[in-house]
């Protein structure tokens, strides 16, 4: 909503427009903060016990060896303190005003099963946002594992919803000429006008012309605006 012209399409997993706390829920409340409270007093600790009711919430068709690896990937990426607050934040969202205002493709996904956030929950986004589909997935796992059909169902989903948006960005490349569309690529691989200078051979001059020319036949007006498009259409380095 505040970038609309960044913005092609939208797909939403696993997501709400309403946390815990606004769902009218007590006991799923009273769940919630019994959690945020046990996670705040023994984040940092060795307890499996205590992972394990973490994990898998997430994941509960994981493996041990996936649980543990998820336990410390968590860990590792926030402390105690953050991990209560993202708790609180997440508890007390209310964007179902914002939500209803989304004005682009939407695809939402979510798990039967998903014990992180209810399937409710996903509904409610995708009635929100108009005119958007919803995939419902035969899952128990937020978090979806590659040996699980879901996993398929979900790339398959992907692929499909943003292929008309993939083929619009390789008919507009196309418009480009092979000069320009070596510019593109070296302009996504990350090399600034000098460096394009002295690998193409020409003046700076000319490459900021063949630049500002390109620019404008890709509806593009920066550099990172035309490092995205390329990159949709599968042009330089990621």
């Not at 083929?167 to 480009?176: C, M, P, Q, S, W």
């Not at 003046?203 to 390329?230: D, E, W, Y």
Request: proline share 3%.
């Amino acid at each position: 909503m505040r970038h609309p012209d960044k913005v092609d399409a939208l797909i939403l997993y696993g997501t709400f427009a309403l946390g815990r706390e606004r769902r009218g829920d007590a006991r799923s409340q009273r769940k919630g903060e019994a959690l945020r409270t046990l996670m705040q007093l023994s984040w940092n600790e060795e307890n499996a016990a205590i992972q394990q009711l973490w994990s898998a919430r997430f994941i509960p068709g994981a493996s041990l060896e996936q649980l543990r690896s998820f336990n410390d990937l968590q860990r590792t990426a926030a402390g105690a303190d953050a991990v209560s607050e993202s708790l609180d934040i997440c508890h007390r969202i209310d964007i179902t005003v914002r939500a209803s205002q989304v004005d682009v493709a939407t695809l939402v996904m979510h798990s039967r099963n998903d014990a992180t956030v209810p399937l409710e929950a996903g509904y409610l986004v995708a009635t929100l946002i108009l005119g958007a589909e919803f995939l419902l997935l035969e899952s128990n796992n937020h978090i979806l594992l590659a040996k699980e059909p879901a996993w398929a169902t979900f790339l398959s989903a992907v692929d499909d919803f943003l292929k008309p948006h993939s083929i619009e960005v390789l008919r507009t490349v196309e418009y480009l000429s092979a000069r320009e569309r070596e510019l593109l690529r070296l302009i996504a691989s990350g090399l600034d006008n000098a460096a394009i200078s002295r690998r193409l051979f020409i003046s700076p001059n000319t490459v900021r012309n063949h630049i500002t020319h390109m620019f404008g036949k890709l509806g593009v007006s920066n550099r990172a605006q035309a490092i995205v498009l390329a990159r949709d259409a599968g042009i330089g380095g990621r």
